[in-house]
């Protein structure tokens, strides 16, 4: 088959479209991107050779947008959407794959004008605008969080899985603030520090570029040996050498710390579109896997109550809410819907 993908802006989508395309194209699909110049589309796909062709249309965000700024974005989505429905036609696509976010209004929309079948895999427990508005004109939806036809396993890479293991005792704890780090969870790093340090806790700290200089400083005022990363590519062999992660909550993160069998105290980025971090962390409480807090005062003690608390029952029912090669599921859903 001939499938486009398309989607992205931040790498929460991205990171999905470059797993379900490289399972596409390992089961001998011709694969071909879509995406927008801004975001972080370019900076992912613009060299990449897993794609037989990449596309970045000039797009923008419309919910950030007011006035005159959301009618200009509104006429870049129009003009974006003629042009890939030209570049469907061209590849003579059997189907577009959406993974959401604004890079993906243009061809997910073009799909529908040129009566291509449109998937559509949603990352988040909260679905996304678009998402929500595309979903009943769509062949197929896939999400982690439903039940029923629609479930799927998150996209999350083989290393995690093949690594994975049951944490009993709390060694070393990984603090992880997502790409841009979180100046909450950093300051929460530093002040349990000391405490973590006489209870032979090692620390792992991703805190972002913009606090790297400010975290490292402090830990060497501590005396303290922390291991602190403004920003790495190395995430996946930091998260199999720990036994506890404090962490935001966005979805891939939370499927990698899962599929790693990693217990997690999640604290969910206040301000993330329609609260999605907190509903994300829920499904990992509602099936008793993990612990999420609001940032706010008081969460240090609860913190330090979950990591003294008994972890090993937790680390174990993390293998039971997701299966390996989720990707490559997806991609054979598709193909059933053309046999």
Known sequence: MNLIFTGGGTGGHLVI????????????????????????????FG???????????????????SGLGK?????????????????????????????????AAPAALAALIAKVPLYIHEQNAVTGKLNRLLRPYANGFYSSYEEGENHCD???????????????AVK???????????????????DLAPW??????????????KEEERVKTAYLEFGIPAEVYGFTTQIAALIERSDFAV?????????????????????????AAGDHQYHNAQYILKNDCGWCERQGEGIAEKLKAAIRSDIATKS?????????SGAAHIIEKIENNFS
């Open 71 to 103: 009618l200009g974005a509104l006429w870049k989505i129009v003009k974006a959407v003629v042009a890939s429905k030209a570049l469907i036609g061209d590849f003579q696509a059997d189907a577009v794959v959406s993974v959401g976010g604004f890079s």
């Open 47 to 65: 060299e990449s050779t897993l794609f037989e062709a990449t596309h970045f249309l000039d797009t923008t965000g419309v919910v950030n947008k």
């Open 17 to 44: 479209a470059l797993s379900l395309a490289e399972a596409a194209k390992a089961r001998g699909h011709r694969v071909v991107f879509i995406g927008s110049t801004s975001g972080q589309d370019r900076q992912w």
């Open 172 to 190: 070393t704890i990984i603090f992880l603030g997502g790409s841009q780090g979180a100046k909450f969870i950093n300051d929460l790093a530093l």
């Open 247 to 271: 962490s935001r909550s966005g979805a891939s993160t939370l499927w990698e710390l899962c599929a790693a069998g990693v217990p997690a105290f999640y604290i969910p980025f206040p301000y």
């Open 316 to 324: 174990a029912a993390l293998s039971s809410l997701i299966l390996p």
């Open 154 to 168: 998150y996209p999350v890479g083989e290393g995690y899985f093949q690594n994975a293991r049951v944490r009993s």
């Open 196 to 209: 973590l340090h006489e209870a032979g806790i090692h620390i792992i700290h991703q805190c972002g570029l």
